[in-house]
């Protein structure tokens, strides 16, 4: 299905918004991570802190390749824009799929992890 320029554009600004609010999140649950992990040093405490600073590792690896891909998707956007100006609003493009899915992707993954986090720190906490 079709869509048009301008609505890419405006889906690229959402993800980079989005990529950038769950940068931060990452970075808070890094630092609840990390009172957990002064305040306990029971071992299986700690096997715990550090499957989940494995996965914080992983999902910000994750973020930034998610974050460079977006922004070269609207770069090639700009050179579309550029040469057809006069077709922004109409639907002449196909979305990218494969970035759609990577990005709803992250986001259930982060979703995921928060809550598996959420549950270890009720328990430890």
Known sequence: MKTTLNHLHHQHTDWLRELDFYKIELKVLNERLAEVAGANTAM???????????????????????????????????????????HIDQKVTQPNEKLQADVSYLYKNIADTRFEFNGFLAKTM
Do not use: I
């Not at 600073?53 to 550029?82: G, I, P, S, T, Y």
């Open 44 to 86: 299986p405490v700690m096997q715990q802190v550090e499957h989940f600073q494995n996965r914080f590792v992983l999902l910000n690896e994750q973020l930034d390749l998610l974050v460079h891909e977006v922004k070269l998707a609207e770069q090639a956007l700009q050179e579309k824009v550029k040469s057809m100006p006069e």
